[in-house]
């Protein structure tokens, strides 16, 4: 299957080494950040090829006004802005480029684990305010402790093989993978139910769908260990942010980090509530913001675009 790739539209910041292969190789681009819903679905027009990473939301209303588009590719993991049945529908083809930011995602996973041990992002801005309090931030070894890694796939897996160099004990669910293949990588396979109890930290890195959405939830939490600390680097809406909120407030969850949320930017008084919490460790969906994920996803999507259109034989589609 091939696709005359006459023009693209780059409609989110992805680093310019897609723009300039693409270019490289014929295909003209333009860049347009920012756009409102009225002005993509009039810019959308021009273009057969949509390159975007997570703020650009291809609905089914844009989809449906865009009649020339045949390809569109998200420069990240998963492809939940984009409608992918009504995309389906049209017979528009979806890419993404799975696995270019995992380092990148479990690396700050990995970061923001320590510093919830460690009280670092609080001590560090007490020290901004002028203050010196060794007391108030004393925290915990990680070592001996044990980590619960929900969803085994790439990032939790690479989070696994890290945190056990710090001296945590791994256990994991994953319905796809079998106690053994666990094991072979350092992890204990249970169920949920045995979990809650046992784990000390408890990151997700579950796609969002039906089944993991509120995984985390007040039920869930209250099963946990008091002093249980929550970490999401996966997608907002995995965990139930007004039910860890108030396990915070309760003094029942130690603390959390959180990298997504389930409106970005958050709006919502709940979720504002949530990062303010002295507890929380926020950060504005950095997981796949590195220089080297970022440059890694630009060219894979770009080369995925130049093999639909038989420009380059690297991938066959
Ligand atoms: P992956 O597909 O490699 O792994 C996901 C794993 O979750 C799979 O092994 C799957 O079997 C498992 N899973 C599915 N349903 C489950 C359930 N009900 N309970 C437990 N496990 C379940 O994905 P990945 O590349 O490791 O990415 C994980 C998540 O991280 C995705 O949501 C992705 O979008 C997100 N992500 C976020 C950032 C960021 O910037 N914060 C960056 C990259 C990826
Ligand atoms: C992803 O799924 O790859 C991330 O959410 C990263 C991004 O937003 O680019």
Redesign the pocket.
């Known amino acids: 299957m091939s696709i005359n790739l006459r023009s693209v539209l780059i409609s989110d910041p992805v680093d310019n080494l897609c723009a300039d292969l693409l270019i490289s190789h014929g295909v003209p681009v333009t860049t347009k950040y920012k756009l409102s819903k009225d002005e993509l679905i009039q810019e959308i027009l021009k273009h057969d090829g949509l390159i975007v990473r997570s703020e650009t939301k291809v609905t089914a209303e844009i989809l449906a006004a865009a009649s020339n588009l045949r390809v569109v590719g998200r420069a990240?993991?998963?492809v939940?802005n984009i409608d992918l049945q009504a995309a389906t529908r049209k017979g528009i083809v979806v890419l993404n480029t799975?696995?270019g930011?995992?380092i990148?995602?479990c690396e700050?996973t990995c970061a923001l684990i320590s510093a919830l041990a460690r009280n670092v992002s609080q001590a560090a801005q007490s020290m901004k305010e002028g203050r010196w309090d060794r007391k108030l931030f004393s925290g915990y070894e990680l070592s001996g402790k044990t980590l619960a890694v929900?969803?085994?796939?790439?990032?939790?897996r690479e989070v696994s093989h890290r945190m056990q160099s710090f001296g945590m004990k791994i256990i994991c669910?994953?319905?796809?993978?079998s106690a053994e293949d666990t094991k072979k990588i350092g992890a204990t396979k249970m169920s949920l139910n045995e979990i809650w109890p046992i784990a000390d930290y408890i990151t997700v890195?579950?796609?969002?769908?039906p089944?993991?959405r509120n995984?985390i939830n007040a039920t869930t939490l209250s099963s946990c260990k008091k002093g249980v600390k929550i970490i999401n680097?996966?997608?907002g809406g995995?965990v139930d942010e007004e039910a860890l909120l108030q396990s915070l407030k309760s003094g029942h969850c130690g603390g959390a980090a959180l990298?997504?949320f389930l409106e970005e930017p958050p709006k919502n008084p709940i979720t504002l509530e949530l990062i303010q919490h002295p507890k929380v460790i926020a950060t504005p969906?950095?997981?796949?913001?590195t220089a080297e994920a970022q440059e890694r996803v630009a060219v894979e999507i770009a080369e995925q675009f130049l093999a639909i259109s038989g420009t380059s034989n690297k991938y066959s589609v």
Not at 205 to 209: A, D, F, S, W, Y
Not at 285 to 289: C, I
């Open positions: 990240g993991t998963g939940d799975p696995g930011n995992s990148s995602a700050l929900l969803g085994f796939g790439r990032i939790g669910f994953d319905p796809m993978l890195h579950t796609p969002l769908i089944q993991t995984l680097v996966a997608r995995i990298d997504v969906h950095l997981g796949a913001s």
